[in-house]
């Protein structure tokens, strides 16, 4: 069984950054592929970015060029980097990991999930 803990959200203006960690715990962190989604209250788990295990990146539309995700494996961390944050970025993000994977973009392809973390974005 894998534990995921999410940590790095906070409030922060409109334009600023933030720095979301994943710390993965249980099992070697090389056996995953790990996802970033977002959720806001009342709507689904909507997907912001996804790395393999070799690093190949894939990213929303909506965060493509002001989002980074990538992975320390020695640190058993997944991390985004979030630039030029916008009022809408503002949502709950959660780590989410599977060892194999249907479709990066939909929920139900991961099996693990962490608690989450909330990001506020104020302009």
């Known amino acids: 069984q894998v534990q995921l803990v999410e940590s790095g959200g906070g409030l922060v203006q409109a334009g600023g950054s933030l720095r979301l960690s994943c710390a993965v715990s249980?099992?070697?962190?090389?056996?995953?592929?790990m996802g970033w989604f977002r959720q806001t209250p009342g709507k689904e788990r909507e997907f912001v970015a996804g790395?393999?295990?070799?690093?190949?990146?894939v990213y929303a539309d909506s965060v493509k060029g002001r989002f980074t995700i990538s992975r320390d494996n020695a640190k058993t961390s997944v991390y985004l980097q979030m630039n030029s944050l916008k009022p809408e970025d503002t949502a709950k993000y959660y780590c989410?990991?599977?060892?194999?994977?249907?479709?990066?973009?939909?929920?139900?392809?991961?099996?693990?999930w962490g608690q989450g973390t909330q990001v506020t974005v104020s302009s």
């Open positions: 790395i393999s295990r070799s690093s190949s990146t």
């Open positions: 989410a990991a599977t060892t194999w994977l249907v479709n990066w973009y939909t929920s139900t392809s991961y099996d693990y």
């Open positions: 249980g099992r070697t962190i090389t056996t995953y592929l």
